[in-house]
C-alpha cells in the first residue's frame, strides 16, 4: 500500500536554530511529492514540490528539501529557524490515484 | 484572491442529524476534493471531483455524499451524522495533471470546517 510517513509528532527547536523534518514514503514508483505547512486554525499552504530532477528543491519561507532515492526519503530544511514558523508540517505524495498525507510534526520553536 | 472558499467555519450536530458543507473555488480548477483531518493521521481523502460532472470514492468515503454543483462548487453532506464524524473537513482545488486524483496538480485548500457531533 502507498503511504507517507512522518516518525517526529513533535520537534521543539530554538529560534535561530537550524531544523530538519523527516519524511519516508513508500510507493512502487517515484511518487510526486510535496511539503504543506498548516498555521493554527488555517488551511495548508504549499511549501515545495519534488516532480523530478534536481534532488534539492527550493520553496518559499526559506525552507528546501531533498530527494534521496536510496532512502526513500523527503527531508524538510531550514538553516534558521524563526518564531513564525511554528506550525504543523505535512509531508505527501502521489502516484497517480490519490495525495496521501503523513501525519504532520508540530514545529514549536523557543525563543 | 478569494481561492478556496468554505462555509460554515465551525458546526456543532447532535447524532443522526444531516447537514451539507459547502465549497467554492474561484480558481478555474478542475479538480476538487474533500479531506477529513484528525490529530496524528494527516488528511484522508473522503471523496473528490476529477472534473465537472464526475465523482469518486476516497479512502474513507462511508457516510458520505458529495455533488459536483458545477465547475466551481462542490458540496459534502452527512446524511446522518455520527460522533465518529467529529473532524475538521478540508476542501481543496488544483488542476488536474494526470492521474486519477490531479497527478501533479497543487492542491489549495479552504480553512476548513471544524465540525463536532454530539
Known amino acids: 500500500a502507498q503511504s507517507v510517513t512522518q516518525p517526529d509528532i513533535h520537534i521543539t527547536v530554538s529560534e535561530g536554530a537550524s531544523l530538519e523534518l523527516r519524511c519516508n514514503y513508500s510507493y512502487g514508483a517515484t511518487p510526486y511529492l510535496f511539503w504543506y505547512v498548516q498555521s493554527p486554525g488555517q488551511g495548508l499552504q504549499l511549501l515545495l514540490k519534488y516532480f523530478s530532477g534536481d534532488t534539492l528543491v527550493q520553496g518559499i519561507k526559506g525552507f528546501e528539501a531533498e530527494f534521496k532515492r536510496s532512502q526513500s526519503s523527503f527531508n524538510l530544511r531550514k538553516p534558521s529557524v524563526h518564531w513564525s514558523d511554528a506550525a504543523e508540517y505535512f509531508c505527501a505524495g502521489n502516484a497517480g490515484n490519490m495525495l496521501t498525507f503523513g501525519g504532520g510534526t508540530r514545529l514549536m520553536v523557543k525563543p | 484572491n478569494a481561492g478556496v472558499t468554505q462555509t460554515p467555519k465551525f458546526q456543532v450536530l447532535k447524532t443522526g442529524q444531516s447537514m451539507t458543507l459547502q465549497c467554492a473555488q474561484d480558481?478555474?480548477?478542475?479538480?476538487m476534493y474533500w479531506y477529513r483531518q484528525d490529530p496524528g493521521m494527516g488528511l484522508r481523502l473522503i471523496y473528490y471531483?476529477?472534473?465537472?460532472?464526475?465523482?469518486d470514492k476516497g479512502e474513507v468515503p462511508n457516510g458520505y455524499n458529495v455533488s459536483r454543483l458545477n465547475k466551481r462548487e462542490f458540496s459534502l453532506r452527512l446524511e446522518s451524522a455520527a460522533p465518529s464524524q467529529t473532524s475538521v473537513y478540508f476542501c481543496a482545488s488544483s488542476e488536474n495533471l494526470g492521474g486519477r486524483a490531479g497527478g501533479r496538480g497543487i492542491q489549495y485548500f479552504g480553512a476548513g470546517t471544524r465540525l463536532s457531533v454530539l
Open positions: 480558481m478555474n480548477h478542475n479538480s
Open positions: 471531483s476529477a472534473s465537472e460532472g464526475t465523482t
